[in-house]
């Protein structure tokens, strides 16, 4: 069997082969840096959901490390509990340019800034960035 690569539609020099081939390794480690006393970032990286959550924790806010561990935990939340189902809720409204697993992702995000909100709220804790990629 011979494969073909085909050019990606991004202005980059990568090529990639079709997704069928690509098999996906992931690993993940965060560090303090040389500033902080303590490490403020969150990771997830879950095969099972094909999920992968980075966390940044703001440095100089209180409790940073929390609001990262919430937003982790409320993406995976989401996105687990939105995976085999039908009846899936969308609180944000459904993007219909993006796909299903985009609006997954992108609806797990929002919710997870409206629980840090509401944490933040009760128990005066800082922020946390949380992108997503889809």
């Given at each position: 069997?011979?494969?073909?690569?085909?050019?990606?539609?991004?202005?980059?020099?990568?090529?990639?082969?079709?997704?069928?081939?690509?098999?996906?390794?992931?690993?993940?480690?965060?560090?303090?840096?040389?500033?902080?006393?303590?490490?403020?970032?969150?990771?997830?990286?879950?095969?099972?959901?094909?999920l992968y959550v980075v966390c940044d924790g703001m440095g100089g806010s209180k409790h940073g490390e929390i609001a990262a561990e919430v937003a982790v935990g409320a993406v995976r939340y989401y996105i687990d509990s939105s995976r085999d189902?039908?009846?899936?809720?969308?609180?944000?409204?459904?993007?219909?340019?993006?796909?299903?697993?985009?609006?997954?992702?992108?609806?797990?995000?929002?919710?997870?800034?409206?629980?840090?909100?509401?944490?933040?709220?009760?128990?005066?804790?800082?922020?946390?960035?949380?992108?997503?990629?889809?």
């Amino acid at each position: 069997m011979r494969l073909r690569a085909q050019k990606s539609t991004l202005q980059t020099d990568y090529w990639r082969l079709p997704s069928r081939f690509m098999a996906i390794e992931a690993f993940g480690t965060t560090d303090r840096g040389c500033v902080r006393d303590e490490n403020e970032d969150r990771i997830l990286v879950d095969d099972s959901l094909g999920l992968y959550v980075v966390c940044d924790g703001m440095g100089g806010s209180k409790h940073g490390e929390i609001a990262a561990e919430v937003a982790v935990g409320a993406v995976r939340y989401y996105i687990d509990s939105s995976r085999d189902r039908y009846d899936v809720s969308w609180p944000f409204g459904y993007a219909f340019e993006l796909s299903l697993d985009a609006n997954r992702l992108a609806t797990g995000v929002r919710l997870a800034n409206r629980e840090i909100w509401r944490t933040g709220e009760q128990s005066q804790i800082g922020r946390a960035s949380c992108r997503e990629r889809v």
